[in-house]
């Protein structure tokens, strides 16, 4: 079974430009949380989708969106980045419920200039 | 909101010997727990999952779990060079959160 995939890997932006990243879940995963990983504060979490609907959201301002489809692929939006955006963005995927294990793709890796 | 403790370490073991991570959580009522190992650069890889008290082995893997002390644990035996990552242990929040602690950096020297 395939893996958790994210495009792009890597992305170059500056200040004030808005992006884009995608997920596909692993097959059948229904789950599909982002989270923001930088040296200085670790793994955060940024909201989970589920079947669609926003389930849960951490603590980000709302330039930080995201949105589910319904094959599960989601996407999340950052406008009017900001230096501090600068991180490892990582989604995961998790089963029919959402609260089993959850498998990260790869991440795509930001840098805002 | 749960908290999950880790030493950052670095924590430096000789190749063969075992190595031994630590995590503390906050929420007593926290049912399962989680070991994610990440490589520099990489995004977190799934070693063990544990939901019962005491051991649960896979291979040099092993994750002990105290609810009473609220503590989870990882013992690697053997330890190889190719171990030496981060090591992440993961509380589950409501709705699909997963609340990481800090990672402990492993080093395994030859």
């Known amino acids: 079974k395939a893996g958790v995939t994210q495009t792009p890997r890597y992305l170059i932006k500056t200040r004030g430009q808005q992006v884009t990243l995608s997920c596909s879940p692993i097959?059948?995963?229904?789950?599909v949380s982002w989270y923001q990983q930088t040296p200085g504060q670790g793994l955060q979490f940024l909201f989970e989708y589920f079947s669609e609907t926003q389930r849960n959201k951490g603590n980000f301002p709302g330039r930080f969106s995201g949105r589910q489809f319904s094959n599960s692929r989601s996407e999340m939006n950052v406008s009017t980045l900001e230096l501090g955006d600068s991180a490892l963005y990582l989604c995961a995927s998790s089963g029919w419920t959402g609260e089993e294990t959850q498998y990260f793709g790869p991440g795509t890796r930001l840098l805002v200039l | 909101q749960k908290e999950v403790e880790q030493n950052s370490g670095p924590l430096s073991v000789p190749e063969g010997a075992i190595a031994s991570l630590n995590c503390t959580y906050s929420d007593r009522v926290s049912q399962s727990f989680f070991w994610y190992r990440q490589y520099s650069g990489k995004s977190p890889e799934l070693i063990m999952s544990?939901?019962?008290?005491g051991d649960k082995e896979d291979g040099r893997f092993t994750a002990q779990l105290n609810k009473a002390s609220q503590y989870v644990s990882l013992l690697i035996r053997d330890s190889q060079p190719s171990d030496s990552a981060t090591y992440l242990c993961?509380?589950?929040?409501?709705?699909?959160?997963?609340?990481f602690g800090q990672g402990t950096e492993l080093s395994v020297k030859p």
């Open positions: 097959s059948g995963h229904r789950s």
């Open positions: 993961a509380v589950p929040n409501q709705g699909g959160k997963l609340i």
């Open positions: 544990i939901y019962s008290n």
